[in-house]
């Protein structure tokens, strides 16, 4: 399923990993993974990427779902609300990204014991997430191959279980020229503002200059 996205700042990443289904009297049957990895530099065809480990420093993360695919029209499998213990996915910060925990309903609800089961015999690992992009800085924008380093996820909307993750590959490269373009383009009209500053700079001090030109004119003749 396409992902619906709310606005051109939003992008979706999808990776391939180890996605584990557990079970332990605390929790029932859920689901372990680390959908967001810091510090590794991802191949996204027309640039690399990292995030950096600050990035979640001040992101919202008040409602986040989880589903199948990124279907928004079906009923979460899991919910985070303001990430408390209460929450039936948890997510928790660490050095190396963002850690979760999915409890599913696999007794009550079909889709959830489906992913379960599917998750366990090794069926579906891919794991994807929706986000905004607040802050990021750019390398070599204008080589073939920049990097981008993204400092700040200002939110993450949901993230999904996906069953072919190699699939989103063209709505990710699709969003992600989005955001190269978007970056030369503000580096276009930074530059173009600052050579229209130079030129005002560069017409001031020419009329500066013939000011004195004519103040000193003005004085030969008076010495005349």
Not at 11 to 32: I, M, P, V, W
Not at 121 to 131: E, L, P, Q, T
Not at 140 to 153: E, Q, S, V
Not at 212 to 218: G, H
């Given at each position: 399923?396409?992902?619906?996205?709310?606005?051109?700042?939003?992008?979706?990443?999808?990776?391939?990993?180890?996605?584990?289904?557990?079970?332990?009297?605390?929790?029932?049957?859920?689901?372990?993974?680390?959908?967001?990895?810091?510090?590794?530099?991802?191949?996204?065809?027309?640039?690399?990427?990292?995030?950096?480990?600050?990035?979640?420093?001040?992101?919202?993360?008040?409602?986040?779902?989880?589903?199948?695919?990124?279907?928004?029209?079906?009923?979460?499998?899991?919910?985070?609300?303001?990430?408390?213990?209460?929450?039936?996915?948890?997510?928790?910060?660490?050095?190396?990204?963002?850690?979760?925990?999915?409890?599913?309903?696999?007794?009550?609800?079909?889709?959830?014991?489906?992913?379960?089961?599917?998750?366990?015999?090794?069926?579906?690992?891919?794991?994807?997430?929706?986000?905004?992009?607040?802050?990021?800085?750019?390398?070599?924008?204008?080589?073939?191959?920049?990097?981008?380093?993204?400092?700040?996820?200002?939110?993450?909307?949901?993230?999904?279980?996906?069953?072919?993750?190699?699939?989103?590959?063209?709505?990710?490269?699709?969003?992600?020229?989005?955001?190269?373009?978007?970056?030369?383009?503000?580096?276009?009209?930074?530059?173009?503002?600052?050579?229209?500053?130079?030129?005002?700079?560069r017409k001031a001090l020419l009329t500066i200059e013939?000011?004195?030109?004519?103040?000193?004119?003005?004085?030969?003749?008076?010495?005349?």
């Amino acid at each position: 399923m396409t992902p619906s996205f709310k606005n051109d700042t939003d992008e979706l990443r999808s990776f391939d990993f180890e996605l584990r289904a557990l079970e332990n009297e605390e929790n029932g049957s859920f689901l372990e993974g680390v959908p967001i990895v810091f510090e590794r530099e991802t191949d996204l065809g027309c640039y690399t990427e990292v995030i950096s480990r600050a990035a979640l420093d001040k992101c919202d993360l008040k409602d986040v779902r989880f589903l199948i695919n990124h279907n928004t029209d079906m009923t979460p499998l899991a919910r985070s609300r303001n990430n408390n213990k209460n929450s039936t996915m948890q997510m928790e910060i660490k050095d190396d990204g963002m850690h979760i925990r999915v409890n599913l309903d696999t007794e009550n609800n079909s889709d959830a014991k489906n992913l379960y089961s599917a998750v366990k015999r090794g069926d579906v690992s891919g794991m994807s997430f929706m986000f905004s992009v607040r802050g990021d800085k750019w390398d070599g924008i204008d080589t073939d191959k920049p990097k981008r380093t993204i400092t700040d996820i200002s939110r993450i909307y949901e993230v999904s279980a996906v069953t072919f993750p190699a699939y989103e590959e063209t709505s990710i490269n699709a969003r992600s020229s989005m955001a190269l373009d978007r970056a030369r383009k503000e580096l276009e009209s930074a530059r173009a503002k600052e050579e229209a500053a130079r030129e005002e700079k560069r017409k001031a001090l020419l009329t500066i200059e013939e000011r004195e030109r004519s103040l000193k004119l003005l004085e030969l003749e008076n010495l005349i």
